[in-house]
């Protein structure tokens, strides 16, 4: 009786591996800058899914914080796209773990500053300049962690400048407090949905988020210009190298970028870093149609 049970469960064990497996050469595990959610789930997913009979499985958070889960081993994924170029270098060399061998840049995105329409200080976004706004008492500011996410760098990094441009030392003191201020440091998944509930006054987007959603927002002056670099790359253990392949082919495609171009982020030519040898013939030749 005992060994029929183990057969059973032996049985049982295999048949889930089994299908297990089969799930895997049947999904892509897509690892994104959390600024995408809506366009990676609403948009980029669902035609890819239709395009390719593949299913999207699509995991959001700061592109360092990938990054570090990437490295410690605590998440696997095929593809990583990132919000800084940067991010991918610390995920290269055998030192890294040879996670990323070559990555592409494809779009671009500018920091804004994005207010909830129904806020008690909407008006003032509007005949006040953006810096005065956020130094009124009361006034409820979201933005990422600058460790865990380049737009949070990119936000101290904006705001620092704002202080000597508009000669006021304490800018960032009074808007923006400590770096990783509680009050204010929030994930970057998150963000848009407290703003839009009203949990939030402001906060810091990218043009992507702001002009896909409707925010209201503010461009600060070109002198203070902060922006994403959009990269992609299949990941060195990716369980689903074809998937990947096909996944990164799709986004990179004609009808890829259309579908960036319609949430609002500003498709570019692709630019390709590191080893240029190892990346999927198919996504050369993709590449080499755009331009």
Request: net charge neutral; charged share 20%.
């Amino acid at each position: 009786m005992i060994r029929k049970v183990m057969v059973s469960v032996a049985v049982m064990a295999g048949a889930l591996l089994s299908h297990a497996a089969v799930a895997d050469e049947n999904a892509v595990n897509v690892l994104y800058a959390g600024s995408l959610v809506n366009l990676m789930e609403r948009s980029v997913g669902p035609a890819f899914e239709k395009e390719t009979g593949l299913h999207f499985q699509g995991y959001a958070a700061g592109s360092n914080k990938i990054a570090n889960e990437i490295k410690g081993k605590l998440r696997r994924g095929d593809v990583f796209i990132s919000a800084s170029p940067k991010v991918n270098t610390g995920l290269m060399g055998a030192a890294n773990g040879d996670h990323v061998a070559w990555y592409v840049t494809f779009a671009e995105s500018p920091l804004m500053i994005g207010y909830n329409p129904r806020s008690k200080f909407a008006g003032d976004f509007k005949t006040k300049r953006w810096d005065k706004v956020l130094q009124q008492p009361g006034i409820r500011i979201g933005r990422t962690d600058p460790k865990l996410d380049p737009k949070g760098a990119f936000t101290v990094e904006m705001v620092t400048k704002a202080a000597d441009l508009y000669r006021q030392p304490d800018l960032v003191e009074k808007t923006l407090g400590a770096a990783e201020n509680p009050d204010q440091v929030l994930p970057e998944e998150t963000l848009v949905g407290r703003l839009q509930s009203g949990q939030l006054d402001a906060g810091f987007f990218y043009s992507t988020e702001t002009s896909d959603l409707k925010i209201p927002s503010i461009r600060p002056a070109p002198e203070l210009q902060a922006k994403a670099s959009y990269t992609l790359t299949i990941l060195g253990d990716a369980p689903n190298s074809a998937g990947a392949t096909r996944f990164v082919d799709f986004l990179l495609s004609q009808k890829g970028r259309e579908l960036l171009k319609e949430h609002g982020v500003d498709v570019i030519k692709p630019a390709i870093t590191g080893n240029a040898q190892a990346m999927p013939p198919s996504l050369q030749a993709v590449i080499d149609a755009t331009r």
